[in-house]
């Protein structure tokens, strides 16, 4: 029987709860049949919101064998980023508009798209953030509409259903260009701009600048 997230995804009273349904998410057929896990998203432990909610488009192969969100290449730069700006990963929860790795790391399907959108609304919902982050174009488009393009909606920090929002490359923009590329400076400076967005940790650095 085919599980549809518009009907399940609402009902959803906790992170956890929700990550439990994604993972039995039978709503793109092709998806469904090349995955190894479902990547529904990681929320720092023991917490039950975050300050900062990143969203990317994908898991790619390392984040689908270990069903984590942003542990390959793309992740180590935003680890890095992150902890540069005073925002590590225990600060942030980190989710992706689609939950299932695209075979071949092909883009998502508008369909794809349209079929785990209830996912990830829950998620802000249940997440509760300050401040939302579009890594990349899926993200960017998943919030603005078909066509939107980071280069214009970047630096201004938009509202959203009554939080920020911040939009941005994707880190594998950012490592195609290399580290002396505009992207990596544009992420980086973006994040400063979330970090300034966040009430400081205790003892940390984040909004503190
Ligand atoms: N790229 C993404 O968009 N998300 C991941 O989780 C990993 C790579």
Redesign the pocket.
């Known amino acids: 029987m085919i599980l549809d997230p518009a009907q399940v995804a609402p009902a959803a009273r906790t992170w956890q709860e929700l990550t439990g349904l994604v993972r039995g998410c039978t709503a793109c057929p092709e998806l469904v049949a090349s995955r190894t896990t479902v990547?529904a998203g990681a929320l720092p432990d023991g917490v039950p919101a975050a300050d900062v909610l990143l969203i990317?488009?994908?898991?790619?192969a390392?984040?689908d064998e270990a069903g984590v969100?942003?542990?390959?290449r793309?992740?180590q730069l935003l680890d890095s980023l992150l902890h540069e700006i005073g925002l590590p990963r225990q600060r942030v929860a980190?989710t992706?508009?689609l939950k299932c790795r695209p075979p071949g790391n092909r883009k998502p399907r508008r369909v794809e798209v349209g079929r785990c959108r209830p996912w990830l609304a829950r998620q802000i919902e249940l997440a509760d953030p300050r401040v939302l982050v579009a890594?990349?174009g899926?993200?960017t488009e998943w919030f603005f509409g078909a066509g939107a393009r980071i280069a214009a909606l970047r630096v201004t920090v938009h509202h959203w259903q009554g939080r920020s929002l911040v939009v941005t490359y994707?880190?594998?923009a950012a490592i195609r260009f290399g580290p002396r590329g505009a992207p990596v400076a544009a992420l980086r400076e973006d994040l400063r701009t979330v970090a300034r967005l966040v009430p400081p940790a205790a003892g940390g650095p984040a909004g503190d600048e």
């Open positions: 990547v990317g488009e994908a898991p790619g390392q984040e969100p942003f542990v390959g793309s992740g980190v992706n508009v890594l990349g899926t993200a994707h880190p594998s």
